[in-house]
Structure formats: structure tokens, C-alpha cells
């Protein structure tokens, strides 16, 4: 399911900051880690209920974001779950759609830190499992190496990050 595709052309003219998700090594760029990831699934409290170890997500839809490196077949290797193909399931280009569909019972998604706690804390989506697993990709803001740039643009970058480095790594997003 797509829902929009975003162009990866910087338009140096319009922007003087981007946030970008990756791992950080964009030509032409300075980037700044703004996340620290860790991928879980997630999913209702009664699919959850039937799962009792990571080798039952067999018998569950996964759900997947395109674009990332990291996913499923990462994640079920880490847990030694052998029995589930890593490749079934639904495919979305963001994660907020993913999460939905989850949330609405279509299937288990591979929560990325950052983008769940609200979920998490509200209920709406639970762990069935403990297992996080650590990934280099995060969000990153950048910015071109060459160019002028908004005088505030610098201001705007050491406030951003100095949020992100005081908020507790699990803080809810």
C-alpha cells in the first residue's frame, strides 16, 4: 500500500534543514543523529494473547515499511524464530500506516522506538515480546555542507538537538 512518495531531491533553495531517516551517510550533507533505534513488534492485546514465542508469528500477518534496512527477517533472526517466513505479510511506505493497521487488528508490525511510545503507553498497541533489537538507522537532521543558510538555521539545529539528547531514550514518542 503506498500513500505517498516523497521525493529524495533536496531543494537547497526552499530548505535549509532536512530530517531524513537512514543511517546517516548522505553525500553533500552534515548530519546529526537526532534517534537511537530499537525495532519490536507490537501489536493488539488479543493478538498478542495467542502468541507465546516469536516462532508463532508464523500463523499472524506481519506487517513491513518499505525503505528501511533493517526489518523482519532481522528481528525474527535475532529472536531464532526459524518457523516464519520474513517476507509474508502486508507492505506500507510509512510506518504511521503500518502502525494503524496494526492497531486495528490487520497484523503485528515491527514498531521502531521512536515512533511507538504513545501507542505503548496508551494501550492501543502492546509488546508480545521483550526482545528490542538495536539498528544503526535513526533519524538525522541535515543539512547541506555547502550553501548558505536562514541565520536561525543553526539556532534551530542546537535546539533540536539538545531535545532530542535530554529526552530519556524510552520516553514515549
Same mark, same amino acid.
Given at each position: 500500500?503506498?500513500?505517498?512518495?516523497?521525493?529524495?531531491?533536496?531543494?537547497?533553495?526552499?530548505?535549509?534543514?532536512?530530517?531524513?531517516?537512514?543511517?546517516?551517510?548522505?553525500?553533500?550533507?552534515?548530519?546529526?543523529?537526532?534517534?537511537?533505534?530499537?525495532?519490536?513488534?507490537?501489536?493488539?492485546?488479543?493478538?498478542?494473547?495467542?502468541?507465546?514465542?516469536?516462532?508463532?508469528?508464523?500463523?499472524?500477518?506481519?506487517?513491513?515499511?518499505?525503505?528501511?534496512?533493517?526489518?523482519?527477517?532481522?528481528?525474527?533472526?535475532?529472536?531464532?524464530?526459524?518457523?516464519?517466513?520474513?517476507?509474508?505479510?502486508?507492505?506500507?511506505?510509512?510506518?504511521?500506516? =503500518?502502525? @494503524?493497521?496494526? %492497531?486495528?487488528?490487520?497484523?503485528? &508490525? /515491527?514498531? +521502531?522506538?521512536?515512533?511507538?511510545?504513545? *501507542?505503548?503507553?496508551?494501550?492501543?498497541?502492546?509488546?508480545?515480546?521483550?526482545?528490542?533489537?538495536?539498528?544503526?538507522?535513526?533519524?538525522?537532521?541535515? =543539512?547541506? @555542507?555547502?550553501? %548558505?543558510?536562514?541565520?536561525?538555521? &543553526? /539556532?534551530? +539545529?542546537?535546539?533540536?538537538?539538545?531535545? *532530542?539528547?535530554?529526552?530519556?531514550?524510552?520516553?514515549?514518542?
Amino acid at each position: 500500500i503506498v500513500s505517498y512518495v516523497w521525493s529524495d531531491v533536496y531543494d537547497s533553495e526552499t530548505f535549509d534543514l532536512d530530517i531524513r531517516y537512514g543511517l546517516g551517510d548522505w553525500v553533500g550533507f552534515q548530519s546529526d543523529r537526532v534517534t537511537s533505534e530499537r525495532l519490536l513488534p507490537v501489536c493488539l492485546p488479543e493478538v498478542a494473547a495467542r502468541l507465546q514465542r516469536p516462532d508463532d508469528l508464523a500463523g499472524e500477518r506481519l506487517l513491513h515499511v518499505l525503505g528501511y534496512t533493517d526489518g523482519w527477517a532481522n528481528w525474527l533472526a535475532a529472536a531464532g524464530a526459524g518457523r516464519v517466513d520474513p517476507g509474508q505479510g502486508l507492505w506500507f511506505d510509512t510506518t504511521m500506516m =503500518a502502525l @494503524e493497521v496494526a %492497531a486495528e487488528g490487520g497484523g503485528v &508490525a /515491527l514498531g +521502531r522506538s521512536s515512533m511507538i511510545g504513545r *501507542a505503548l503507553a496508551s494501550g492501543r498497541l502492546v509488546r508480545p515480546f521483550a526482545l528490542e533489537l538495536p539498528v544503526d538507522e535513526g533519524f538525522f537532521l541535515v =543539512a547541506p @555542507e555547502r550553501g %548558505a543558510r536562514h541565520p536561525d538555521a &543553526a /539556532l534551530f +539545529r542546537d535546539w533540536l538537538l539538545a531535545e *532530542a539528547a535530554s529526552e530519556p531514550p524510552d520516553a514515549p514518542s
